[in-house]
């Protein structure tokens, strides 16, 4: 959706239904020229192209400003300078955008772990699971525009809808820093006008084909015989089209370990040798981890420790626990065992991570006699409270000493498949 430019938007009232809206699609405003703002705050609300300024470079991105003009993504950047000769041309700087977009992306992980990262700036998420801690799909894209906001100075658009091709349709009508939620029953009424070319993966030969069947619209997709469909564009194409234009969209969010485990691990500054600074970092992790599992609604059936000395030898112990568990006192209790084990004995340590592994669908199964019914109402009042005022807002009272200084923050092992 990069060369809207904006004059369409479309964006969603306080009081739009949103129920079942639970995929997100979140993606950033014009991205590499917004990095490039930060920098410059003077040339905010010029008409600011990012490219090489050599023969043959294309434009990667540019400002709305400049997209009034007719300039777009992937155009040569001597037209573009023929649209829009007052247009001020800044090199790319790749690396800035991959640290930008790192942190986002981290903002999404903390948010749920259903995450679907698609490109450097957008990704789907599944919200689900998370309504129960931070609210209604519109509540959450709000929270996710918020913190982005908050954290790098950037915006974002986001749409919220039943189906992933719902949402990112949504996204893109949203622009720039916008929401639109597409309500499930409005479906229809929402993808009937469009025009054939918003069918995902419509373009060149096929959007010919289907205009040689007079089909103009995504109605008229969704209306014309499937056989008569089938002939045109072929049997693959032409299920998957009815699908997408009849508003079926079966495909669901993959996250890139489809969540085999969650973790968290921290990287100090200073290597650290006292074990209770250690076993009280445990504590720490294990809290964010506990607090991931149950945002995602799974519970872990095995727990990993890793470790790393200042040498750079790494090691990496696991176990099961009796119990399948979102309880992060429960994970804590075991990635300490296994830390005792190890027997570290005064050798400096430079990193430590707890992983919440074997990860299965829904409620630990309760016994009559729940013995960690009071663990799991305290945590699940953290989650609350967190849900409302930030991951940092509330630690456990074990917590509340000072910390070692860490290199780079917590990281998120299990997402990035380290
Ligand atoms: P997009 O999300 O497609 O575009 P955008 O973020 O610049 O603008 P918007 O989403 O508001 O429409 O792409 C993200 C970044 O990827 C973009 O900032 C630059 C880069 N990119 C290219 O380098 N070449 C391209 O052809 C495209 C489409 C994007
Ligand atoms: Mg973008």
Same mark, same amino acid.
């Not at 469009?194 to 205009?211: C, D, F, N, S, Y």
């Given at each position: 959706?990069?060369?809207?430019?904006?004059?369409?938007?479309?964006?969603?009232?306080?009081?739009?239904?949103?129920?079942?809206?639970?995929?997100?699609?979140?993606?950033?405003?014009?991205?590499?020229?917004?990095?490039e703002?930060?920098?410059?705050?003077?040339?905010?609300?010029?008409?600011?192209?990012?490219?090489?300024?050599?023969?043959?470079?294309?434009?990667?991105?540019?400002?709305?400003?400049?997209?009034?003009?007719?300039?777009?993504?992937a155009?040569?950047?001597?037209?573009?300078?023929?649209?829009?000769?007052?247009?001020?041309?800044?090199?790319?700087?790749?690396?800035?955008?991959?640290?930008?977009?790192k942190?986002?992306?981290?903002i999404?992980?903390?948010?749920?772990?259903?995450?679907?990262?698609?490109?450097?700036?957008?990704?789907?998420?599944?919200?689900?699971?998370?309504?129960?801690?931070?609210?209604?799909? @519109?509540?959450?894209? +709000?929270?996710? +525009?918020?913190?982005?906001?908050?954290?790098?100075?950037?915006?974002?658009?986001?749409?919220?809808?039943?189906?992933?091709?719902?949402?990112k349709?949504?996204?893109?009508?949203?622009?720039?820093?916008?929401?639109?939620?597409?309500?499930?029953?409005?479906?229809?009424?929402?993808?009937?006008?469009?025009?054939?070319r918003?069918?995902?993966?419509?373009?060149?030969?096929?959007?010919?084909?289907?205009?040689?069947?007079?089909?103009?619209?995504?109605?008229?997709v969704?209306?014309?015989?499937?056989? @008569?469909?089938?002939?045109?564009?072929?049997?693959?194409? @032409?299920? +998957?089209?009815?699908?997408?234009?009849?508003?079926?969209?079966?495909?669901?969010?993959?996250?890139?370990?489809?969540?085999?485990?969650?973790?968290?691990?921290?990287?100090?500054?200073?290597?650290?040798?006292?074990?209770?600074?250690?076993?009280?970092?445990?504590?720490?992790?294990?809290?964010?981890v506990?607090? +991931?599992?149950?945002?995602?609604?799974?519970?872990?059936?095995?727990?990993?420790?890793?470790?790393?000395?200042?040498?750079?030898?790494?090691?990496?112990?696991?176990?099961?626990?009796?119990?399948?568990?979102?309880?992060?006192?429960?994970?804590?209790?075991?990635?300490?065992?296994?830390?005792?084990?190890?027997?570290?004995?005064?050798?400096?340590?430079?990193?430590?991570?707890?992983? @919440?592994?074997?990860?299965?669908?829904?409620?630990?199964?309760?016994s009559?006699?729940?013995?960690?019914?009071?663990?799991?109402?305290?945590?699940?009042?953290?989650?609350?409270?967190?849900?409302?005022?930030?991951?940092?807002?509330?630690t456990?009272?074990?917590?509340?000493?000072?910390?070692?200084?860490?290199?780079?923050?917590t990281?998120?092992?299990?997402?990035?498949?380290?």
């Amino acid at each position: 959706m990069s060369r809207q430019d904006g004059r369409a938007r479309r964006i969603s009232g306080d009081d739009v239904d949103d129920t079942g809206a639970h995929i997100l699609h979140v993606d950033l405003d014009a991205f590499f020229a917004s990095v490039e703002l930060l920098d410059r705050p003077d040339l905010r609300g010029k008409p600011v192209i990012v490219g090489g300024r050599e023969g043959r470079s294309v434009v990667t991105t540019a400002t709305y400003e400049a997209r009034a003009y007719g300039v777009g993504s992937a155009m040569p950047m001597a037209r573009a300078l023929q649209l829009c000769p007052k247009a001020i041309v800044v090199s790319p700087r790749h690396e800035l955008y991959r640290l930008y977009s790192k942190r986002v992306m981290s903002i999404f992980d903390d948010i749920t772990p259903m995450v679907e990262k698609l490109s450097i700036d957008e990704a789907f998420l599944d919200v689900y699971g998370a309504r129960r801690l931070l609210g209604s799909p @519109a509540a959450i894209a +709000r929270l996710i +525009r918020q913190r982005v906001y908050d954290d790098t100075g950037l915006t974002c658009s986001v749409g919220a809808a039943e189906t992933k091709f719902v949402a990112k349709l949504a996204s893109g009508m949203a622009k720039p820093d916008g929401v639109l939620v597409v309500p499930p029953a409005q479906t229809q009424e929402f993808l009937r006008p469009l025009p054939i070319r918003a069918l995902a993966g419509v373009g060149g030969k096929t959007e010919e084909a289907l205009q040689r069947l007079g089909l103009r619209t995504v109605a008229d997709v969704a209306e014309i015989p499937i056989g @008569a469909l089938r002939s045109a564009v072929g049997d693959a194409s @032409a299920t +998957r089209l009815h699908e997408l234009a009849s508003g079926r969209d079966p495909r669901q969010i993959v996250t890139e370990q489809s969540e085999k485990s969650i973790g968290h691990e921290i990287t100090f500054h200073d290597d650290v040798v006292d074990p209770a600074t250690l076993e009280r970092e445990l504590l720490r992790l294990s809290d964010r981890v506990g607090a +991931r599992l149950r945002a995602a609604g799974v519970t872990a059936g095995g727990v990993a420790l890793k470790l790393r000395y200042s040498d750079f030898t790494t090691l990496s112990r696991s176990r099961r626990l009796p119990e399948a568990t979102s309880v992060a006192r429960r994970l804590y209790e075991s990635s300490v065992e296994l830390f005792r084990e190890l027997e570290v004995r005064g050798r400096p340590v430079r990193l430590i991570g707890v992983r @919440a592994e074997r990860l299965s669908e829904g409620a630990p199964s309760m016994s009559l006699w729940d013995p960690d019914e009071e663990w799991r109402d305290a945590e699940s009042t953290v989650d609350q409270l967190r849900g409302r005022f930030g991951v940092d807002a509330v630690t456990s009272a074990s917590l509340l000493t000072p910390r070692p200084s860490t290199a780079g923050g917590t990281r998120h092992p299990g997402q990035r498949g380290t």
